[in-house]
């Protein structure tokens, strides 16, 4: 069959087109049968032309398939908006703690977005906030030295913690651990940081120390002793000597206080704190090096900040159980809560406690506290010791 030119093929459609439109089945068939003969072309485009639903010389469009897009650009903006306020949460923490951070940002005026935005930020599961979030994510990963030396002196006398010793259930029990401020080298003098986390509610206060002393340590523990809002039931430490000594355990043994330490070389051991070694600290202090008192003090006015924006607004999800299936191992997590709404919701706390919670938590504005923490942090960047 002799190729014919686009133009002879187009007048040969528009010959029969009309045509074919009119024309019984049989008809139809026949025209059909001429047309492919005539142009060269399949069945399946020379009827779609001669009906006139493509034009000769453009292709076929394929139309969208899928439901109707419900998400504009207008809630994506201000999803990313949000999501800078909770310092970035997957999206799981991030539509369980919407409801909060949006009456908080609302209840101080930091927000103008319009009903219809706010209504789907507030209905937005959290796969579709981690797949609107997905071209503008980065990740971030780093690596610090380790500082622990070991303390032997008391190692006898100090209990390994066990899983089932400690009621984990009621709010007072913390592990405890040292996160160092030393940059690429630990010669010499450099500030550290104390974690102190709740393993019931998550709740986390970290207090900067001008070394590793243990007069130091102990007392920046005291001082995260009388911010806590519950009793200190328990403390769980690494092998470090700045935590296995005779002032601490001394301290614990007069006032009832369980103390444990965790297996050596097993971080896991310890693994509530070391979450927040890199969630809370590192993510917001990152791995430069600080020294002196100057750089001690910008760094605590820092942590005070961070205690209230860290526990009352950022949502984080606990381990409920892990089962086995064959090679895989499944783990089952609560839904997201902040360490705020685990207290309020407990019954270990006590009302008079939870009505100064309350209070605290409708006076707090995260976007101030967020502008107000990047201030202090400029400042402690330009007190960075270099290497």
Request: net charge positive.
């Amino acid at each position: 069959m002799t190729k014919i030119s686009v133009k002879s093929r187009q007048e040969i459609i528009k010959r029969y087109g009309a045509k074919y439109k009119k024309s019984s089945k049989k008809e139809k068939g026949r025209i059909l049968d001429s047309v492919c003969f005539a142009t060269g072309l399949s069945r399946d485009r020379a009827k779609k032309l001669l009906c006139g639903r493509h034009s000769e010389t453009s292709a076929p469009k394929k139309g969208k398939r899928g439901r109707k897009r419900k998400y504009g650009d207008d809630v994506r903006i201000a999803l990313e908006k949000i999501w800078v306020f909770m310092d970035f949460a997957c999206g799981k923490r991030l539509a369980a703690g919407m409801e909060g951070i949006l009456d908080a940002l609302l209840r101080f005026g930091e927000l103008n977005f319009d009903e219809e935005v706010l209504k789907h930020l507030r209905e937005m599961s959290p796969s579709t906030a981690d797949r609107l979030l997905k071209h503008t994510k980065k990740r971030i990963s780093f690596k610090g030295i380790s500082t622990t030396k070991p303390g032997t002196l008391l190692k006898n006398n100090i209990p390994v913690r066990l899983g089932t010793q400690w009621d984990d259930a009621v709010p007072g029990y913390v592990e405890i651990d040292l996160v160092a401020h030393c940059g690429t080298t630990t010669a010499g003098e450099y500030i550290n940081t104390l974690d102190v986390t709740d393993i019931c509610s998550g709740w986390t206060e970290t207090q900067a120390v001008l070394n590793k002393a243990q007069k130091h340590v102990f007392q920046a523990l005291m001082d995260v002793k009388r911010r806590q809002p519950f009793e200190l039931l328990g403390i769980d430490s690494d092998n470090g000597s700045e935590f296995i000594n005779d002032h601490l355990f001394r301290y614990c043994t007069q006032e009832d206080i369980c103390f444990t330490r965790s297996r050596p070389n097993k971080k896991n051991d310890g693994c509530h704190v070391e979450q927040k070694n890199w969630s809370v600290i590192r993510r917001n202090i990152g791995y430069s090096r600080y020294e002196g008192k100057e750089a001690l003090s910008v760094m605590n006015e820092y942590y005070e900040l961070l205690r209230l924006y860290t526990n009352f607004f950022l949502p984080s999800a606990k381990l409920l159980g892990k089962n086995r299936d064959g090679a895989k191992i499944r783990k089952q997590y609560e839904t997201p809560q902040t360490p705020y709404n685990r207290l309020m919701s407990s019954p270990h706390i006590e009302h008079d406690m939870k009505d100064c919670l309350r209070e605290t938590w409708l006076t707090l504005n995260p976007a101030e506290l967020k502008r107000s923490m990047m201030t202090l942090l400029d400042q402690l960047l330009k007190l960075r010791t270099i290497c």
